[in-house]
């Protein structure tokens, strides 16, 4: 999950800590 997450974040503009735990949570 984690490394999907990464890869994610590496296309798209960087994202704050919010964004990131929202991410988080949904997987």
């Known amino acids: 999950m984690c490394r999907n997450i ?3 974040h590496n296309f798209a503009p960087p ?3 919010e ?3 929202a ?3 949904q997987f």
């Open 23 to 25: 991410s988080s949570l």
């Open 6 to 8: 990464k890869t994610l």
């Open 15 to 17: 994202a704050s800590d």
């Open 19 to 21: 964004e990131i735990r």
